[in-house]
C-alpha cells in the first residue's frame, strides 16, 4: 500500500518539477523581452540585468529538466506546453520600465511559493536532491526579489 502512496507522490513531484520547467522556459522568454524593450533612464542598469536574469535562468531550467529526466520523468519541451504548465504569464509586451521589474517580483513569488510546495514533495518522498535543488533555486529567487523590490525602492 505504501508503495502506491509513493508513486501517487513521485508522479506529483513530476508534475511539480514539469511546472517550473515551464515557468523558467516562460522567464527566459520574458527576461529576453524585458531586455530588447527596456527603455528609459533605467535602461543600461536593467538592461544588464535582465541579460543576467535569462542566464542564470537558462541554467536552472536545464537543470530542473535534467532532475525530471534522471527521476525517469519527461519535461515539457514545446512552447505549447510551457504555455499550458506555467503558473505565470508570458510578456504582454505593454510593460513600462517599472512594469516590467514589478512583474519580475511577482513572477519570482509565485515560483517561490510553489519550489517551497516542491521542497515538501522532495522530502515525503526521500528525494533530497531535488530538495536541495529547489532550496538552492528559492534561495537565489529570494535574493533577486529583494533586489528588485529595493530597485523600485
Same mark, same amino acid.
Given at each position: 500500500? #505504501?508503495?502506491?502512496?509513493?508513486? !501517487?507522490n513521485?508522479? +506529483?513531484? /513530476?508534475?511539480?518539477?514539469?511546472?517550473q520547467?515551464?515557468?523558467?522556459?516562460?522567464?527566459?522568454?520574458?527576461? $529576453?523581452? *524585458? $531586455?530588447? *524593450?527596456?527603455?528609459?533612464?533605467?535602461?543600461? +542598469?536593467?538592461h544588464v @540585468?535582465?541579460?543576467?536574469? *535569462? =542566464?542564470?535562468?537558462?541554467? @536552472?531550467?536545464?537543470?530542473?529538466? /535534467?532532475?525530471?529526466?534522471?527521476i @525517469?520523468?519527461?519535461?515539457? #519541451?514545446?512552447?505549447?506546453e *510551457?504555455?499550458?504548465?506555467?503558473?505565470?504569464?508570458?510578456?504582454?509586451?505593454?510593460?513600462d520600465?517599472?512594469?516590467?521589474?514589478?512583474?519580475?517580483?511577482?513572477d519570482? #513569488?509565485?515560483? !517561490?511559493?510553489?519550489?517551497?510546495e516542491?521542497?515538501? #514533495?522532495?522530502?515525503?518522498?526521500?528525494?533530497?536532491?531535488t530538495? =536541495?535543488?529547489?532550496?538552492?533555486?528559492?534561495? =537565489?529567487l529570494? @535574493? $533577486?526579489?529583494?533586489?528588485?523590490? +529595493?530597485?523600485?525602492?
Open positions: 500500500m #505504501a508503495k502506491a502512496s509513493n508513486k !501517487v513521485t508522479a +506529483s513531484l /513530476e508534475q511539480i518539477l514539469n511546472t520547467v515551464a515557468n523558467l522556459n516562460v522567464l527566459y522568454v520574458k527576461l $529576453h523581452n *524585458y $531586455h530588447w *524593450y527596456v527603455k528609459g533612464e533605467q535602461f543600461f +542598469s536593467l @540585468k535582465f541579460e543576467e536574469l *535569462y =542566464d542564470e535562468v537558462t541554467l @536552472k531550467m536545464d537543470e530542473v529538466a /535534467e532532475r525530471l529526466l534522471s @525517469k520523468g519527461s519535461p515539457a #519541451a514545446t512552447m505549447k *510551457y504555455l499550458e504548465l506555467a503558473t505565470i504569464q508570458e510578456a504582454t509586451g505593454k510593460e520600465t517599472h512594469g516590467m521589474v514589478q512583474t519580475l517580483i511577482e519570482f #513569488a509565485t515560483v !517561490v511559493e510553489e519550489l517551497a516542491g521542497i515538501e #514533495a522532495a522530502e515525503q518522498v526521500s528525494d533530497q536532491p530538495a =536541495d535543488m529547489f532550496i538552492k533555486i528559492r534561495s =537565489d529570494e @535574493k $533577486h526579489q529583494w533586489m528588485l523590490r +529595493s530597485f523600485l525602492g
